[in-house]
């Protein structure tokens, strides 16, 4: 193999890579970072036509009017975590919720197939997450696009008070991606509070 040959193939991995990573942080699901490492410089017009055309709300609960003053979202990815830290957030502010919403970020591509298993794993968990807490003032909505970013907007077309989120992952892909966590503690318009990963810790 010539040098010029490793040169174009390393090229052709890399700027594979940077589109498909693009496309990841923009919303869409991991595994389109493997079709871009294949298609290498002719995925990017797939992923700027992809994160053009995206779609916004996949589903809202209703939500009716409260006694409280609060306004919280809780970003919620159906972990054990996430609920302590639901649960923690109701316990902290009881009374003075207006409303508690738990919030799960989706793919796109989950969003565009109603019958994904990752849909339907987010309706379910949060199901069971409305259910554990037992609450009028407890909603929920599965949302679609890039979590941190999702989150943030979905607190200020709310009119949320205040974002709840777990502390940062530690699996690969949350260090090549970054830490929702961190994100929306960068980006948010509203104050942020970092759950501890358990009520005890």
């Not at 306004?71 to 054990?80: A, K, M, P, Q, T």
């Amino acid at each position: 193999m010539t040098e010029r040959t490793v040169i174009m193939v390393l090229l052709w991995l890399v700027l594979g890579l940077g589109s498909g990573i693009w496309m990841v942080r923009r919303g869409f699901d991991k595994r389109w970072i493997y079709i871009a490492l294949v298609l290498g410089p002719l995925f990017v017009p797939i992923a700027v036509e992809r994160v053009r055309g995206r779609p916004a709300r996949v589903e809202r609960e209703p939500v009716s009017a409260d006694d409280g003053v609060l306004r919280v979202l809780v970003g919620h990815d159906g972990s054990e975590h996430a609920q302590a830290a639901a649960e923690t957030t109701y316990r902290l502010f009881g009374p003075a919720l207006a409303e508690l919403l738990l919030v799960q970020v989706v793919s796109y591509d989950a969003a565009d197939d109603t019958e994904a298993p990752d849909l339907d794993e987010a309706r379910r968990s949060l199901e069971q997450a409305v259910a554990a807490l037992d609450s009028p003032v407890v909603h929920s909505d599965v949302l679609a696009g890039p979590p941190a970013e999702t989150l943030c907007q979905a607190a200020v077309d709310r009119g949320m008070d205040l974002i709840v989120v777990g502390p940062r992952g530690g699996g690969l892909a949350e260090r090549v991606l970054g830490s929702v966590a961190e994100h929306v503690v960068h980006q948010a318009r509203v104050p942020v509070m970092v759950a501890p990963e358990s009520p005890d810790s």
